[in-house]
């Protein structure tokens, strides 16, 4: 397991630096410079400018250079927020987004896996067909449309929630957790659905419900840890997600996290703070990938012994 | 037993359409879906009023006799724009899901049937592409190159090509060890005639299940960037671009977001039912409960 881990570690070492030299290299191929959108500035001062942030040395030489400086840790100074470095502008971000990741989570894996264990508990009833139903609407309805509509019935028409911000007025935190955790809710309700239905035609639980065991033990103890498997396959990729999601979800809300910094500098042109956020949330992804490989391995005994077997 | 075997392929294929005609859901998707595909291409023949065509001193007006789904503030008709709209859409769906298919099976099924080290390296590009944050990339991409629509196409089947090649590749492993494929070979078939009359026809059940749901990620993929303003740009339009202007006026013209908003969680809708269906119907090994 151990060895199984550090392998998928050293895995994702070129990973990353992929994605380092390909984000490097095709934010400096673009056309128009950071500072072309600012016509009055004259030339002088963009030379300096450039100078200032090494622009004016050959390319290869800033590769290296910027290289040195990410693998310590340091993004840099941002093109567009003059005085602040990109590592200033991430852990202003990080924290907000983090949040609302959090929440969002919280608000699809409870209603996910509620809805979908209920659905195959009682398979091809109402208890099936009204939460699937639902959760395919939760599919159909991306996080920029049921945002908006959100906004316009519970912020605008009946006035209960706030429309924006995000920690300012109690209750704003409410509408973007709910628009950001509703198709993952979708989602989780079923693959958790799915994975429930196989695991409950098992042998094993044949046998629990054999022994007389009541139908929520036999769920809890016997049939959760197989069951929702798929689901904790499925975190790391709805990890990385709930991270592009809350570039949508910051917007319509106008949340001040990582979403809104990486669209703005996206606009922006601002080169180093869309690489330092680039090479930033590709290794958050990475990692939380690892880590739902990790705990679907750790929660499945067939596979755990088929790494056991590979060593 | 063996006049069950000599037919096979025709009656998957038959077993296959009376399985999905009993599930209603997915007949709707499919009905839906061909109203939206005949619709869009007769799009400049049947829209009520021409793309250009505005009306300033009108502005946005609630839908009408003249305009069953409303103007916009420029008084452009609502319907038409939707109709125009979906054109693009569903053209990103489908050009964006062909480039997957052709890349993802001809990268698949390489690997799977030459197997041995050329399937371990090919399989090892899938998995570090994987790791890949690829919404972030074409963000990116999209920053880099200019809102191209072209390149969104390519961009957005780059992605989408890698679970493909996954399925491709465990079919044809798992077809290649088989008696018939075997028995052709030793029949003196070239390999590439192989993989064209006995690999390629058996793996397309799977293929096309995938497919069917890959328009529809596709589609919102494409969406979710034209509502950043980073996907389709002006004059074009397309359903996300037509969201994202709906949001701005919300308050004082809702309907102008939630026409497109419906036109698009209908498509996505019909694409999704119809696609499990297809996965019921084609896929024995989850029709089996």
């Known amino acids: 397991m151990y060895r199984f881990a550090l392998g998928r570690l050293a895995q994702a070492i070129p990973v990353l630096l992929i994605v380092i030299t390909v984000t490097f290299f095709l934010i400096h191929s673009a056309p128009g410079g950071p500072f072309s959108a600012d016509k009055a500035v004259p030339p002088e001062v963009i030379k300096a400018l450039e100078e200032q942030y090494n622009l004016n040395q050959p390319i290869w030489q800033q590769y290296l250079s910027y290289l040195g400086d990410v693998i310590q840790g340091d993004f840099g100074p941002s093109f567009k927020y003059s005085g602040r470095n990109v590592n200033e502008l991430i852990a202003a971000g990080l924290p907000i987004t983090a949040e609302l990741a959090f929440y969002a989570m919280l608000v699809a894996l409870s209603v996910g896996i509620f809805a979908g264990v209920g659905a195959a508990m009682r398979p091809n009833t109402a208890q099936d067909y009204i939460p699937m139903t639902g959760a395919m609407i939760g599919i159909c309805m991306p996080s920029f449309l049921l945002g908006p509509l959100l906004v316009l019935v519970f912020g605008i028409y009946l006035d209960w929630l706030p429309v924006s911000g995000w920690g300012d007025i109690p209750g704003d935190k409410i509408l973007p957790s709910i628009t950001l955790g509703t198709g993952y809710a979708a989602y989780i309700a079923r693959l958790s659905r799915g994975g429930m239905l196989e695991v409950l035609s098992q042998d094993y639980i044949r046998t629990a419900r054999a022994k007389g065991l009541r139908e929520p033990i036999i769920i809890i103890k016997h049939a959760l840890r197989g069951g929702l498997i798929p689901v904790v396959a499925f975190l790391g990729p709805a990890f990385a997600g709930l991270l592009s999601g809350s570039f949508v979800v910051e917007t319509i809300f106008q949340i001040p996290g990582l979403g809104r910094f990486y669209v703005q500098a996206a606009f922006n042109r601002d080169y180093t703070l869309i690489l330092g956020m680039t090479i930033f949330l590709s290794t958050l992804i990475i990692l939380f990938n690892l880590l739902s490989d990790m705990l679907a391995i750790w929660l499945n005994p067939k596979l755990r012994q088929e790494i056991k077997g590979a060593n | ?289």
Do not use: C
């Open chain 2, 1 to 289: 037993m063996n006049s069950i075997e000599t037919d096979k392929g025709s009656s998957l294929w038959k077993d296959a359409w009376i399985k999905l005609s009993k599930n209603r859901l997915a007949l709707v998707g499919l009905g839906l879906l061909v109203i939206l595909i005949v619709t869009s291409l007769l799009t400049p023949l049947i829209a009520p009023y021409g793309y250009e065509a505005q009306n300033l001193d009108m502005g946005a007006t609630a839908p009408s006799l003249q305009h069953w789904l409303g103007t916009d503030i420029f008084g452009r008709d609502m319907l038409t724009r939707i109709m125009y709209g979906g054109r693009v859409s569903l053209m990103v769906g489908f050009i964006a899901t062909a480039v997957a298919l052709v890349i993802g099976i001809l990268w698949g099924a390489t690997a799977g049937f030459f197997g041995g080290r050329l399937d371990a390296i090919m399989m090892r590009i899938v998995d570090v592409l994987y790791a890949l944050p690829f919404m972030i990339f074409i963000i990116l991409l999209m920053v880099v190159f200019g809102r191209n629509i072209l390149l969104l196409f390519f961009a957005i089947g780059a992605v989408e090509w890698l679970t493909m090649a996954r399925i491709v590749r465990s079919q044809v492993m798992a077809l290649r060890n088989q008696e018939f494929v075997e028995a052709a070979s030793s029949l003196g078939l070239s390999q590439w005639t192989i993989i064209r009359r006995h690999i390629i026809p058996n793996t397309l059940g799977p293929v096309i299940v995938y497919t069917t749901l890959t328009i529809p990620s596709v589609m919102l993929l494409e969406a979710f960037l034209s509502f950043l303003g980073l996907g389709i740009q002006p004059p074009q339009s397309s359903w996300g671009l037509l969201i994202n202007y709906g949001v701005e006026t919300m308050e004082e013209y809702p309907w102008l977001l939630i026409f497109p908003g419906l036109a698009l969680s209908l498509t996505l809708f019909a694409l999704n039912f119809l696609g499990d269906g297809l996965r019921d119907a084609l896929d024995p090994r989850t029709s089996k409960d």
